[in-house]
């Protein structure tokens, strides 16, 4: 596609529900990373896949959190046990490789009610 | 871990006014993106800018690799310009992450 494409948009889920956030990325590009941004704050990196493989998820905050790549084109964020302190907007960036510019999505804004 | 601080943190401008935003960095980089986060929470791509001088149309930005600091420069600020302005950074030694600088809030009035 054009552009990074994130959905849903908007998400509300109640505290304890697991939630899966969806990033398409720009056609081509090999390296897909997840950020978290709090309100106030500049995005956090999360995770970073270069392929179809996860080469850092050093930024993780625990266990609960995971994300795949399985064909080296989507990826999926996913939360289990959702906690109010999840509340974020997750963003998604792409790069045509490592070190080189990397283009963001609109991002998926998560509420734990 | 690095750290990537940017000034002002807040800014506050009239139409036409110009503006120089700075960003110092900690560490050896080797990738740098300047980056502008709308009302609507879109980063939108201004420069990717390791070193040197680049322009486009109203804006330009500097990075002095070597100093580890850059510059972005807004000139004839128009009120769709404001928003938050961030740099990120890709340490030499860890070449998989943007780490997100403090970011300077703009806001210009007409």
């Known amino acids: 596609g054009a552009g990074v494409s994130q959905t849903p948009s908007n998400k509300v889920t109640e505290k304890g529900k697991y939630v899966e956030l969806r990033c398409d990325p720009i056609?081509?590009?090999?390296?897909l990373y997840w950020y978290r941004q709090s309100l106030g704050q500049g995005p956090e990196f999360l995770i970073y896949?270069?392929?179809?493989?996860?080469?850092?998820d050093s930024g993780l905050p625990n266990d609960r959190f995971f994300a795949v790549r399985p064909e080296g084109s989507v990826s999926t964020l996913k939360i289990q046990r959702t906690e109010r302190g999840d509340s974020a907007v997750y963003l998604c960036?792409?790069?045509?490789?490592?070190?080189?510019?990397?283009?963001f999505g609109q991002g998926t804004r998560l509420t734990v009610v | 871990g690095i750290q990537v601080e940017q000034s002002p943190p807040d800014l506050i401008l009239q139409e036409g006014a110009n503006s120089t935003l700075r960003c110092n960095f900690s560490?050896?980089?080797?990738?740098l993106q300047w980056f502008h986060q709308n009302p609507w929470g879109q980063l939108i791509n201004l420069f990717y800018?390791?070193?040197g001088t680049k322009q486009n149309g109203r804006l330009s930005a500097t990075t002095v690799a070597t100093e580890r600091y850059s510059l972005l420069y807004i000139s004839s600020s128009q009120t769709t310009d404001s928003g938050v302005y961030f740099c990120?950074?890709?340490?030499?030694?860890?070449?998989?992450?943007?780490?997100f600088g403090t970011g300077t809030r703009l806001q210009v009035f007409p």
């Open positions: 960036a792409s790069s045509w490789n490592w070190n080189t510019e990397a283009f």
């Open positions: 056609s081509g590009h090999t390296a």
């Open positions: 896949f270069q392929g179809t493989g996860a080469a850092d």
């Open positions: 560490d050896s980089v080797n990738n």
């Open positions: 800018i390791p070193s």
């Open positions: 990120a950074v890709e340490r030499v030694v860890d070449t998989d992450k943007l780490i």
